[in-house]
Structures are given as structure tokens and as C-alpha cells.
């Protein structure tokens, strides 16, 4: 009980149901699923004091919130992240990097880190069912109703959803954001001729998991840390 009262906790009702997230949404409206698990999954979160919480977490990539269930199975998220030092879910693994969570994708030395968040994509529909963009990428709007949130959907809006993939190096207590081939060879001074080489070779992709692996694959079979 007294890790548990360390965790200042939120309580967030959130919209789940496939139904009411669709409601008002065009049957063209590319379907999307916002969390990173299935289904809320056996974890633990691992506070900087060294205290343990153990419970049912997820992911939400659309609004950047690790989560987890509460009593009667209430959405809850983490008041303070800050806190947190790292989270296992399953047998995958998320550190805590400036409030992101950044989950480790590759084994070391050097590890690969990816943060996964989903945007929100609204056209408005116009006269006989044609549609124009009404912004770019914004934020989901939402209506409080008996404090629960129900998603503020307009009847003349298609909403589709794009995924943005983060990488980040974590060398050590060094992490840095890999957006591209700069910022990689950045990491690697020392040997960074010969990594431009392989990058180059491989068609080394920045917005690719797999590609990313890859090379971060040969970075440590190579001994290359610096």
C-alpha cells in the first residue's frame, strides 16, 4: 500500500469501445488501433526511489500516456512520470526519458529505442460527399460529460490516423533522437566513415523499424560504441 500511495494517480476515464470511438466517423475512415498492446497486460513500474507498483498496463500512443487499470477496472494514467524510471509489459521494456517512454527494440551494447505516437487527421466532408483537408495533423477534441470523456466528433469530418515512429540511441546514460543520417554518424565520431559506408550499402531507412534494426545490428557486431 505505501508503494501505491507514492504513485499520485489521475483518474482519467477514457473512450475505449470500437463503437463509440467510431461514432460520427465515415465508413471510409481508416481504422486505427491507439494503444500499443491489445489489451491491457501484466506489468510493473519501476519508480526512481526503487519502489515497484505491479500492475495491468498499456500504452496509449495517441495521447503519449503509459496507463493502467484501476479499481473496477477504471482507465487510470500516471500523475507523475517524472517519478517513473523505467516499465515492463510482458517481456517488452520502456525507460522513462524526459516524461517519454521510450521502449528498447534492439539488444546492446548500444541499444535501439523507439517511441511510437499516433496523430489524428480530420477533412471535412463537403457538399455531395466530397472531402478537403480541414488541418494537418491536430489534436483529438474532447467533450467532458458526467466526467467521462466522450470523443467530440463532428458528423462532417473523415478522421484517419498516422503513425510517427521515434528512434532514439541509448548508449549507456546517453540518449539521444535519430531522426536521420546525421544525427546517427553524430553518435559515432570516431567511426563514422565507415557507418556512412553501411548506411549507404544498406539503404539504411530512418522511418523503418526493421532498417533500423539492421543497422543498429551491425553497429554492435562491430564493437562500435563511440
Given at each position: 500500500m505505501k508503494t501505491k500511495n507514492r504513485l499520485t494517480l489521475l483518474i482519467s476515464f477514457l473512450l475505449i469501445s470500437g463503437s463509440v470511438f467510431s461514432q460520427g466517423i465515415s465508413s471510409s475512415t481508416t481504422d486505427s488501433t491507439l494503444y500499443l498492446f491489445r489489451q491491457f497486460t501484466d506489468g510493473s513500474v519501476t519508480l526512481k526511489d526503487g519502489s515497484v507498483w505491479f500492475g495491468k498496463l498499456n500504452y496509449d500512443t495517441f495521447r503519449d500516456q503509459m496507463q493502467f487499470l484501476g479499481p473496477n477496472n477504471v482507465i487510470m494514467e500516471l500523475g507523475e512520470p517524472e517519478k517513473v524510471s523505467n516499465v515492463?509489459?510482458?517481456?517488452?521494456?520502456?525507460?522513462?526519458?524526459?516524461?517519454?517512454?521510450?521502449?528498447?527494440?534492439?539488444?546492446?551494447?548500444?541499444?535501439?529505442?523507439?517511441?511510437?505516437h499516433t496523430s489524428r487527421i480530420a477533412k471535412k466532408v463537403g457538399a455531395y460527399g466530397t472531402s478537403s483537408t480541414s488541418s494537418n495533423i491536430t489534436p483529438m477534441s474532447y467533450t467532458r460529460i458526467n466526467a467521462i470523456d466522450i470523443t467530440d466528433l463532428s458528423v462532417t469530418e473523415n478522421i484517419k490516423y498516422h503513425t510517427d515512429l521515434n528512434f532514439y540511441l541509448i548508449n549507456g546514460k546517453d540518449i539521444r533522437e535519430i531522426k536521420n543520417q546525421k544525427d546517427l554518424l553524430k553518435c559515432f565520431s570516431l567511426n563514422k566513415n565507415q557507418l556512412k559506408q553501411e548506411i549507404k550499402s544498406e539503404n539504411t531507412k530512418f522511418n523503418s523499424i526493421a532498417s533500423m534494426n539492421r543497422i543498429m545490428d551491425w553497429i554492435n557486431g562491430k564493437g562500435i560504441k563511440n
Open positions: 515492463a509489459i510482458a517481456k517488452r521494456h520502456f525507460i522513462n526519458y524526459k516524461n517519454n517512454f521510450i521502449e528498447f527494440i534492439t539488444n546492446g551494447p548500444v541499444f535501439l529505442g523507439l517511441k511510437i
